[in-house]
């Protein structure tokens, strides 16, 4: 046997290897994309369907192997159905993975001090927790949410502290709802997030907390939720939630995120024309 495998080595060429390092590297971002997801459950139920279909066979129990093959064919389809979500998230993953150059689909570039963007962000988040004012921000990625701003009413404004804390003062007209900010502008509010269906997240977290985490398991946005009962902040970014933050760690974590510098002006990517203020 290892006779066998030496001469194996021996044939490979370096095309053999490229082919096997790119299905590893396949694998691994399959695993990446259902780990710790619902999927990675069905997968361990498939696995066993098919140790007892096999079984079944050995065992020759012909009925039984009759009804698993005919359920593993039909089986295929109704995985592509139920995987649904976690398909999306791999080809979105893939499609952020700047495998056809970072600016590829972008045409459109102006330098922002994306540091002041998260400090007008962070002063309102602040005085929001502070009075104890629900609210849910979601700042875009790469990954463009435009069926999700199609929800809201468009404002389409250059972001202030005091245009977001007005926006989610109660009971005015856009208080209900989730505001999405794109690069230095406020594209949207009163929006419509998809909730999470995560069913082990805490009884205590309403349906904003599971909005905020259910549009980061569908794309890269960062999503910020001020709880309305306790004025805590907390921050949901690919699909996991952290909770009880000041304003002083937000912006830290979200710089960390947006890979924010002193003296640094990170390339905002656009979609559409530039905006005059």
Known sequence: MFNGLIDIIKTMRITDVIDILIIAYVMYRLIMVI??????????GLAVLIVITKLSE???????????RNA????????????????????ESLGRS?????????????EKDMSEVLGEICDAVQFLSRSKIGALIVLERETGLNELIETGIAMDSKISSELLINTFIPNT???????????DRIMAAGCFLPLTDN??????????????????????????????????????????????LDA?????VLSSIFEVKENKKPVWKKWGNKHAD
């Open 35 to 44: 780990h710790k997801t619902r999927a990675e459950q069905l997968l361990k």
């Open 58 to 68: 050995w065992l020759q129990l012909r009925t039984v192997n009759y009804i698993l």
């Open 72 to 91: 593993m064919t039909v089986g295929v389809i109704a995985l592509l159905i139920v995987f649904q979500p976690e398909l999306r998230r791999g080809l």
């Open 98 to 110: 700047g495998f056809l150059g970072k600016n590829f689909f972008f045409f459109n570039e102006e």
């Open 173 to 183: 007209p856009l208080h209900d709802g989730a505001v999405i900010i794109r690069g």
């Open 199 to 244: 069913q082990n997240l805490s009884s205590e977290l309403g349906t904003r907390h599971r909005a905020g985490i259910g549009v980061t398991e569908i794309s890269d946005a960062v999503a910020i939720i001020v709880s309305e009962e306790t004025g805590t902040i907390s921050l949901a970014q690919n699909g996991r939630l952290s909770r009880h």
């Open 248 to 252: 002083k760690t937000l912006k830290e």
